[in-house]
């Protein structure tokens, strides 16, 4: 199993900036994508931004030009940049990886607990 523990969220100003971070840990074998999804109270779950281990990125096209997707592949982390926030932004983040750990024989889909993200007008 791969656990990914998130944080630095927390409540800022619109306008203002976060930045998040997930560590993943476990019997990793090798980390293909980590990225990141939100979802705001009564919304569905949405994609915010991934990375490769490559570092090739996507990101929605809410967030492109706001927010940046980095990732340290020998600490097993991905971070995401938030700048200009907006009120619309508010959500609950969620860390996914798609790895491959000792005991799977193929890769497996994985995500964090998640962390809030509140930022007020």
């Known amino acids: 199993q791969v656990q990914l523990v998130e944080s630095g969220g927390g409540l800022v100003q619109a306008g203002g900036s976060l930045r998040l971070s997930c560590a993943a840990s476990?019997?990793?074998?090798?980390?293909?994508?980590m990225g990141w999804y939100r979802q705001a109270p009564g919304k569905q779950r949405e994609f915010v931004a991934r990375i490769t281990s490559g570092g090739t990125t996507n990101y929605a096209d809410s967030v492109k030009g706001r927010f940046t997707i980095s990732r340290d592949n020998a600490e097993n982390t991905v971070y995401l940049r938030l700048n200009s926030l907006k009120p619309e932004d508010t959500a609950v983040y969620y860390c996914?990886?798609?790895?491959?750990?000792?005991?799977?024989?193929?890769?497996?889909?994985?995500w964090g607990q998640g962390t809030q993200v509140t930022v007020s007008s």
């Open positions: 996914n990886a798609v790895a491959k750990t000792i005991t799977a024989y193929y890769e497996g889909n994985y």
């Open positions: 476990g019997r990793i074998v090798s980390i293909s994508t």
